[in-house]
């Protein structure tokens, strides 16, 4: 088996990264194929910058056809190039995302353009036809089979990992002030209109006069201008002065602003496996998330579950944690328990199983070198 791994910062990145420094027998083709042509996304489908993807595309195909192993392809936007190979393939899916972007009238992230849908056509043409697949949550496997019709038999669920000697209880604290922490993008399917709504709910009953709202992590991608959105919803709800836009905090920094908030909130509308969660119980620090989506099945009981849809119930899960001592550190330490299940040795164990299932031995220790 020969694992690819990108050169990116993304979750789906270190996703690779994590399981390569685990799987030291299992050879690595690295490419920045992913970052330099299949993440871009909104492109025109005859500008310049498509052009140079479409070299890139052929070109790291070239170099897949040249392997004399099966491949493992670490997330599913790569899966487009599974149909041009000889060799089987196994493909890691993390979310359906994209697709129901395709599929619905509003977007979780944009609505895709042409370049974007035949892409996208390939993506899920090449998870249909992979020899297996890994989902990261029971979530993204019922989607799979149901929206995608991947046979139930050829998808094996992997729950992936945190970083634990990163994410853990820390004394350090980013503010002096109390105040709750959205962690990650703006785009539609974060839901942090329905946050804002909840904060500003909050600030309104005057019992939380030094409340903040920090939102750490950039505003999404080059789709839309996220930002200018969220900007407009903080204005309207008159909590302008409250909120703090930390787009840049260093991965070492970041336990400190879970440690230190009152609470996490992740209202999302869909994730297919949700990180933040499980970084911040690691870190105790008590979370309100979404009923939606894979949130459920990843905070079992140990986290306050509302309806991302009511901006009201958010509040009240909120309310309930600063009011009430007793129940900030039950959350708190289910969360840490619940976290503690999380890791990427698990990961790599049950990833190396479903290799063997597949019929593939990891091949003799080799680097695969790629200027891709």
Avoid at 11 to 17: E, G, L
Avoid at 50 to 61: A, C, H, N, Q
Avoid at 137 to 157: F, Q
Wanted: glycine fraction near 6%; charge should be negative; include cysteine.
């Amino acid at each position: 088996m020969i694992l690819v791994t990108t050169d990116g910062i993304g979750s789906m990145d270190q996703y690779a990264a994590a399981l390569a420094a685990r799987l030291p027998e299992v050879r690595q083709l690295p490419t920045s194929v992913y970052e330099r042509s299949v993440r871009r996304f909104n492109q025109s489908l005859l500008s310049a910058g498509t052009l140079r993807s479409l070299y890139l595309d052929v070109e790291f195909v070239r170099l897949l056809r040249e392997q004399d192993d099966a491949i493992h392809f670490p997330n599913h936007h790569l899966a487009r190039y599974g149909r041009f190979l000889r060799q089987p393939y196994v493909v890691t899916v993390h979310d359906l995302i994209r697709y129901f972007d395709l599929k619905r009238r509003t977007p979780l992230i944009h609505r895709p353009n042409l370049r974007d849908r035949l892409y996208l056509g390939l993506d899920y043409g090449g998870i249909r036809h992979a020899s297996a697949v890994i989902a990261v949550s029971r979530t993204t496997k019922a989607d799979l089979v149901e929206h995608l019709g991947v046979d139930e038999s050829r998808v094996h669920v992997v729950y992936e990992g945190i970083d634990h000697q990163q994410f853990r209880p820390v004394d350090a604290r980013p503010f002096e002030f109390p105040y709750l922490l959205f962690v990650g993008s703006e785009q539609p399917r974060k839901n942090l209109a329905a946050l804002i709504e909840a904060f500003a709910c909050l600030k309104r009953s005057g019992a939380h006069p030094d409340l903040r709202l920090v939102k750490v992590g950039a505003a999404g991608g080059r789709e839309s201008d996220y930002r200018a959105e969220t900007e407009r919803l903080v204005a309207q709800h008159g909590v302008g002065d409250f909120v703090i836009f930390d787009d840049r905090v260093h991965p070492e920094a970041l336990p400190a602003y879970y440690a230190g908030a009152e609470c996490t909130v992740m209202p999302s509308l869909y994730e297919g496996f949700g990180f933040p969660v499980l970084e911040a119980m690691a870190c105790g620090s008590p979370v309100v998330a979404s009923s939606g989506g894979s949130l459920p099945e990843i905070a079992g009981e140990a986290a306050a579950l509302v309806s991302p849809r009511d901006p009201e119930a958010i509040a009240t899960a909120i309310g309930r944690i600063l009011a009430e001592p007793w129940h900030r550190e039950d959350l708190r330490v289910r969360g840490i328990q619940r976290a503690a299940e999380f890791t990427w040795e698990r990961a790599a164990r049950e990833t190396q199983e479903v290799y063997e299932q597949f019929g593939q031995a990891p091949a003799p220790l080799r680097q695969v070198v790629s200027s891709m």
